[in-house]
């Protein structure tokens, strides 16, 4: 099945040690997205790649980065963890940013822990 | 700004009906998308709707009047497992989501 896929489902890392977030893709959609989002709150987006092209948010802090090496996987690095940080990390994927194929398909999440 | 207005939580019974408001305010619009999510899990997408009108889908239908800001979700035939918090959300002219804050729904026997 098409489909996409988080690693690990459940992180912990120590305050200040650096942490990477993977997704990969089965689905060969154009663009792949990474949200944080925190109890009872909306998924706040952090970036999204268009193919290569990689598209910051204004408010995501320097802390976190993102790699996308090819078109089925993308990485979230985290780089100095700290407690606020703590929080599902949501990767989503659609086929264009439009034109109809707009629609975001999400992996199951991984939820980091911040100690 | 932008914004996205959804009740915090609602409660309905068991094979009962419920309907799960929203209300936009976004710069553009290019449609409205519903997603369930139940709880620690990730959002499965629900609907689209991008013209007015209803968009039914077996138990689940999905409303949107863009003059009025304005779109609904329509649970029927409640089930136990429906309860979950229902996210409404709106791609602006940017093509970017933006998000409520999501619905939770609690089902009662």
Known sequence: DAMVIQNPRYQVTQFGKPVTLSCSQTLNHNVMYWYQQKSSQAPKLLFHYYDKDFNNEADTPDNFQSRRPNTSFCFLDIRSPGLGDAAMYLCATSRERGQGGETQYFGPGTRLLVL | ?109
Not at chain 2, 55 to 65: I, V
């Open chain 2, 1 to 109: 700004g932008q914004n996205i207005d959804q009740p915090t939580e609602m409660t309905a019974t068991e094979g009962a009906i419920v309907q799960i408001n929203c209300t936009y305010q976004t710069s553009g619009f290019n449609g409205l998308f519903w997603y369930q999510q139940h709880a620690g899990e990730a959002p499965t997408f629900l609907s689209y709707n991008v013209l007015d009108g209803l968009e039914e889908k077996g138990r689940f239908s999905s409303f949107l009047s863009r003059s009025k800001g304005y779109s609904y979700l329509l649970l029927k035939e409640l089930q136990m497992k429906d309860s979950a918090s229902y996210l409404c959300a709106v791609m602006d002219s940017n093509y970017q989501l933006i998000w409520g804050a999501g619905t939770k729904l609690i089902i009662k026997p």
